[in-house]
């Protein structure tokens, strides 16, 4: 049912069309969108996660920024306190969709990029062992929290 309202609260902002016509067609193409994807583990999975991503992009929009102001300054020190590496993160996720939305999230964060998923496991490029250590307890901690795995957030 979830999937459905968002569906279709979806279609009616991108549409515009508030006639009964067309909201019957609307209606209609996303039952059929629910049907067709009744047995997707990453749709289902996604559409119980919702409360939890209402949370979490927030979240994630400030932690980009805070990311942005301190690469920021660690490239204007003159010193250039840069020590990149090459980090193995092990997330404590059971679903892929989980490990797929912690590997985007650091991609997004500057200052780290996820360069691969090894076996369950992110290898990771960052700027500074700070972003490193964020990463394994704060980042995952979250991800685990909006898909309801793992362990609570740091």
Do not use: Q
């Not at 279609?11 to 609307?26: E, I, K, Q």
Request: charged share 20%; hydrophobic share 55%.
């Amino acid at each position: 049912m979830t999937l459905f309202v968002v569906c279709f609260a979806l279609w009616l902002v991108l549409s515009g069309h508030w006639d009964p016509l067309h909201l019957a067609l609307g209606a209609a193409a996303s039952a059929l969108v629910v049907w067709l994807n009744r047995d997707d583990e990453a749709v289902s999975g996604l559409a119980r996660a919702l409360p939890g991503l209402a949370r979490y992009v927030p979240w994630l929009l400030v932690e980009i920024v805070k990311a942005n102001i301190a690469v920021t300054r660690v490239v204007i020190d003159p010193r250039l306190p840069i020590e990149p590496m090459v980090v193995r993160v092990r997330p404590p996720f059971a679903s892929d969709l989980a490990v797929t939305m912690l590997a985007n999230s650091i991609t997004l964060t500057p200052g780290t990029i996820t360069l691969d998923v090894d076996e369950g496991d992110l290898i990771v490029h960052a700027l500074t062992p700070v972003s490193v250590e964020e990463l394994e307890t704060v980042f995952g901690g979250r991800v685990a929290r909006v898909f309801g795995e793992g362990r609570a957030p740091a």
